[in-house]
């Protein structure tokens, strides 16, 4: 791979790479773009055969959240941060997360981070002793963290792919299968049975799966190797890499695909497949806005029903998107891409303006 021909077909800004032995910490750290503020974007812990595939997957990432923050008028950029372990289900020591956090000081103010799926909250306060940009910390949500509010954009979202596939946003009786129970995921899957809807869950982690049908006794359970043989309303993919299939799209398994992972799709040409069979894609990029909307408003200093408000707006954008995709037969995602695009080259051009430097009496 061709590392600055990636990160020109991607638009980077920068691509960083830290080593440290004593811990066996191996980091990447991608800017994408900070025409809009100080790069955002999650830290993920995931294990890589291929250091290619890392790298590869740190660019998509970080220019999907340069778009989140941009289609729901975030004034943040877009980062991405993934740390490479070969034992991603153990738990990290103080030493490896702090020794990350300080690595992380490098980048000052330009760069804020919030953990993703498979990270506690006393990893987060490890890393932020280090370096405290880091978004999501227990005093400001409590122990289960911005999960709440990164569920409620889903909702969001779903919501009004519901309105346009079934020509209602109530999910009352839909079939919902929920693949891999984040924390984020969980929120979800309570919210969706408030709605009434009939949810199916998978997990490769039985305890998460026990947990959750203790307390949701109505919810159904198939294992991960099955859910491309079930046949449901909506999926909703939450974490991992590549689950929407040609093989689940083909088969025509749901009606709309809607989740939460931010690399959901088996290959890039998988949006156009299900465009051709009928089936919606919610764009990632609008799916995962509520995560740029919690860094915007924590950073900012706005309170819990700012950021609802703010969130809510997933709604209003993703409708846009569905109708300019009906009337002009493109993809969402390639409408969305361009919403997305449209504003960054605003602000562009905004910082080109020369105002002198001056004080106004």
Do not use: W
């Amino acid at each position: 791979m061709d590392i600055f021909e990636e990160m020109q077909k991607y638009g980077h800004e920068e691509l960083n790479l830290f080593y440290e032995p004593e811990f066996d910490l191996r980091a990447i750290v991608s800017i994408h773009n900070s025409n809009l503020g100080t790069a955002f974007g999650v830290t993920r812990l995931a294990d890589y055969f291929f250091e290619d595939a890392a790298i590869l997957d740190a660019l998509k990432l970080a220019r999907n959240s340069t778009m989140s923050a941009s289609i729901l008028n975030c004034d943040l950029g877009g980062a991405s941060s993934i740390l490479i372990s070969d034992e991603t289900g153990e738990e990290k020591g103080e030493g490896y997360l702090r020794a990350y956090g300080r690595f992380l000081r490098s980048f000052g103010n330009r760069f804020c981070t919030m953990p993703d799926s498979g990270f506690k909250q006393k990893d987060i306060m490890f890393i932020s002793k280090e370096f405290p940009n880091v978004i999501g910390q227990p005093e400001f949500y409590g122990s289960d963290g911005p999960s709440y509010f990164i569920a409620y954009g889903a909702l969001c979202g779903i919501k009004a792919c519901a309105n346009e596939v079934f020509a209602s946003a109530v999910l009352e009786k839909k079939r919902i299968l929920v693949q891999d129970l984040t924390p984020a995921a969980i929120q979800l899957v309570k919210m969706l049975s408030n709605e009434g809807a009939e949810i199916i869950v998978t997990d490769k982690y039985y305890d998460n799966v026990k947990r959750l049908k203790d307390e949701i006794s109505s919810i159904q359970i198939v294992r991960p190797d099955e859910y491309e043989d079930i046949t449901v309303d909506i999926f909703v993919p939450c974490s991992g890499i590549g689950m929407v299939t040609e093989k689940y799209i083909t088969e025509k398994r749901c009606k709309i695909v809607a989740g939460m992972a931010k690399l959901q799709l088996a290959s890039d040409d998988i949006s156009e497949l299900m465009h051709k069979n009928g089936i919606l894609y919610a764009p990632g990029i609008v799916m995962n806005a509520a995560e740029a909307v919690v860094a915007f408003c924590e950073i900012f200093g706005h309170d819990d029903d700012h950021i609802k408000n703010h969130i809510e707006q997933i709604s209003d954008v993703m409708s846009e998107i569905l109708v300019k995709s009906r009337e002009t037969g493109e993809t969402p995602c390639e409408i969305a891409q361009k919403t997305a695009i449209d504003r960054l080259l605003v602000v562009h051009k905004l910082k080109k303006i020369f105002t002198g430097n001056f004080a106004v009496s």
